[in-house]
């Protein structure tokens, strides 16, 4: 995890260079908009790495469960960069509509965004595979709005093709607001996804189904209640009640509730299992969700 977040502030501040000598070479609103969100990238970026590393330290006495909501306090700070980013485009987009300027050196432009889309894409595969290992919320966050770029880039490509062979001085401004709104929306996924994790959003419902499941699958488990799930980085936490046989063992029932445990955690490696045996039948005053 550690090294994508090097690779991401090493991408995203090689870009803001190669992109600020193209648009003061071009004085392109759309590269403008390319180059704003490779800042905000690197600004999000570098919160992302402070993140990480906080998210990966132990659990300690003071905070029991773990660090891990360092990650989507994260995300959080990437969607409000990015929705400032988009603002800001909104606004040049608007005055460059109203008074518009002709692109020059518009080929040189061009060179640099393919070189952009080449760097990205890189970046956004190893990002993906760094995912898939890990389930980081915060890599991918970073990785969403790359993958984002890759379309913003695009975009300023055809811009400046469009302004440079045929004239449409008005393409420029106008990907610019497109752009804006692309970004802008990206910035309310990834807030999305934050405060979903903040606020114990229970997992998906196919997860929760799975747990259900796993856990009836055992005979001597009559039903459960009381299933509770939540993410917090990397971690994910399952609290549920097995109903048994009242008459049975103590010791027994709570072998069977260690079998559903690491059935549990097979299907689920880093979960964290807590699991409460209770008679089947007794009914419970309290509320209960499923």
Same mark, same amino acid.
Not at 130 to 135: D, F, I, M, S
Not at 141 to 147: E, F, I, M, N, P
Not at 215 to 225: F, K, P
Not at 269 to 275: F, G, R, T
């Given at each position: 995890? %550690?090294l994508?977040?090097?690779?991401? +502030?090493?991408? !995203?501040?090689?870009?803001?260079? @190669?992109?600020?000598? #193209?648009? *003061?070479?071009?004085?392109?609103?759309?590269?403008?908009?390319?180059?704003?969100?490779?800042?905000?990238?690197?600004?999000?970026?570098?919160?992302?790495?402070i993140?990480?590393?906080?998210?990966?330290?132990?659990?300690?006495r003071?905070h029991?469960?773990?660090?891990?909501?360092?990650?989507?306090?994260?995300?959080?700070?990437?969607?409000?960069?990015?929705?400032?980013?988009a603002?800001?485009l909104?606004?040049?987009?608007?005055? %460059?509509?109203?008074?518009?300027q002709? +692109?020059?050196? !518009?080929?040189?432009?061009?060179? @640099?965004m393919?070189? #952009?889309? *080449?760097?990205?894409?890189?970046?956004?595969?190893?990002?993906a595979?760094?995912?898939?290992?890990?389930?980081?919320?915060?890599?991918q966050?970073?990785?969403?709005?790359?993958?984002g770029d890759?379309?913003?880039?695009?975009?300023v490509?055809l811009a400046?093709?469009?302004?440079?062979?045929?004239?449409?001085?008005?393409?420029?401004?106008?990907?610019?607001?497109?752009?804006?709104?692309y970004?802008?929306?990206?910035?309310?996924?990834?807030?999305?996804?934050a405060?979903?994790?903040?606020?114990?959003?229970?997992?998906?419902?196919?997860?929760?189904?799975?747990?259900?499941e796993?856990?009836?699958?055992?005979?001597?488990?009559?039903?459960?209640?009381d299933?509770?799930?939540?993410t917090?980085?990397?971690q994910t936490?399952?609290?549920?009640h097995?109903?048994?046989?009242?008459?049975?063992?103590?010791h027994?029932?709570h072998?069977?509730?260690?079998?559903?445990?690491?059935?549990?955690?097979?299907?689920f490696?880093?979960?964290?299992?807590?699991?409460h045996?209770?008679?089947?039948?007794?009914?419970?005053?309290?509320?209960?969700?499923?």
């Open positions: 995890m %550690r994508a977040t090097y690779a991401s +502030v090493a991408t !995203a501040g090689m870009l803001v260079v @190669v992109k600020f000598g #193209a648009w *003061v070479y071009t004085d392109s609103v759309s590269l403008l908009s390319t180059l704003l969100d490779s800042l905000l990238d690197t600004a999000a970026s570098i919160v992302n790495l993140a990480v590393r906080h998210a990966l330290t132990p659990a300690d003071e029991r469960f773990g660090h891990g909501k360092a990650e989507p306090l994260a995300a959080l700070g990437q969607s409000t960069f990015i929705a400032g980013s603002i800001f909104t606004i040049e987009a608007g005055h %460059r509509l109203y008074a518009p002709a +692109v020059e050196h !518009a080929q040189a432009g061009i060179a @640099v393919v070189f #952009a889309i *080449v760097v990205t894409f890189i970046l956004t595969r190893f990002q595979y760094v995912v898939r290992k890990t389930g980081s919320v915060a890599i966050a970073d990785s969403l709005h790359y993958v890759l379309l913003v880039n695009g975009a490509i400046l093709l469009a302004v440079s062979q045929l004239g449409w001085i008005h393409a420029d401004p106008l990907f610019g607001l497109g752009i804006a709104g970004i802008l929306y990206n910035a309310w996924k990834i807030a999305a996804g405060l979903d994790m903040l606020m114990d959003r229970e997992l998906p419902e196919e997860a929760r189904q799975r747990i259900k796993i856990a009836l699958s055992h005979q001597e488990v009559r039903d459960l209640h299933l509770r799930t939540r917090s980085g990397r936490f399952i609290q549920l097995l109903e048994m046989d009242g008459k049975m063992p103590l027994d029932a072998e069977v509730a260690d079998a559903v445990e690491a059935e549990l955690l097979r299907a490696p880093e979960a964290e299992v807590i699991i045996e209770d008679p089947h039948g007794v009914e419970e005053h309290r509320a209960q969700f499923g």
